[in-house]
């Protein structure tokens, strides 16, 4: 089954402190995975990728075949990091590129 | 920078009506896909198109349902009978190589 796990519905921290989002997925071969957030009244727009390691905004997140996760990381929340957080696989058939996506996760960042 | 469209923002229509949701997906893109999220739900996937055919549809895009890129800008979703359990916020979404997807909007439906 092609499935993926946010655990946390809502996440709270202060401002300047680390900020872990879970992911975990159910899939079988190499997983395509994504992060996707979407500010208040915006948007769903892409994040980050697994795929390109790159940071956006201070994040980042690790492919962990092992612990099938993919967590999303920020080492000091901003207030406007505020927003709900997505996490999606891209489901089979892989070249019709559907996302499955996670329940997502709002955090809130605390003045 | 060029971002997808969608409209209306809202849709009120009384259940067995029929809707049209539109989509103006980024122009050089090549794969369109609907999306659609229940309140309190996750986002889920409902079908998507490629060289004007569906390429995938999930088991939510029954025979109610049907997509249509009547010309070269559009992508197009119709309810044919609106059901109260169809009340959701619709998301299209565009890819130019089936691999990042940008998202519009949404559409929020609601069906009385």
């Known amino acids: 089954a092609q499935r993926v796990t946010q655990p946390e519905k809502l996440l709270s921290v202060f401002k300047g402190a680390p900020v872990e989002l879970k992911c975990n997925y159910s899939?079988?071969?190499?997983?395509?995975l994504f992060w996707y957030v979407q500010y208040s009244r915006q948007r769903l727009q892409l994040l980050l990728r697994?795929?390109s390691r790159e940071s956006i905004k201070g994040f980042t997140a690790d492919l962990n075949k092992g612990e099938t996760s993919f967590h999303l990381k920020k080492p000091f929340a901003q207030e406007e990091d505020s927003a709900m957080y997505y996490c999606?696989?891209?489901?089979?058939?892989?070249?019709?590129?559907?996302?499955?996506f996670g329940q997502g996760t709002t955090l809130q960042v605390k003045p | 920078e060029p971002e997808v469209t969608q409209t209306p923002s809202h849709q009120v229509t009384q259940m067995g009506q029929e809707v049209i949701l539109h989509c103006v997906p980024i122009s050089n893109h090549l794969y369109f896909y609907w999306y659609r999220q229940i309140l309190g739900q996750k986002v889920e996937f409902l079908v998507s198109?490629?060289?004007?055919?569906?390429?995938?549809k999930s088991e939510i895009f029954d025979d109610q349902f049907s997509v249509e890129r009547p010309d070269g800008s559009n992508f197009t979703l119709k309810i044919r009978s609106t059901k109260l359990e169809d009340s959701a916020m619709y998301f299209c979404?565009?890819?130019?190589?089936?691999?990042?997807?940008?998202f519009g909007p949404g559409t929020r439906l609601l069906v009385l």
């Open positions: 697994h795929i």
């Open positions: 999606a696989l891209k489901g089979r058939p892989s070249n019709t590129g559907k996302l499955i």
């Open positions: 198109f490629y060289n004007n055919e569906i390429s995938e």
């Open positions: 899939y079988s071969g190499s997983p395509e």
């Open positions: 979404a565009s890819s130019a190589q089936g691999e990042t997807q940008y």
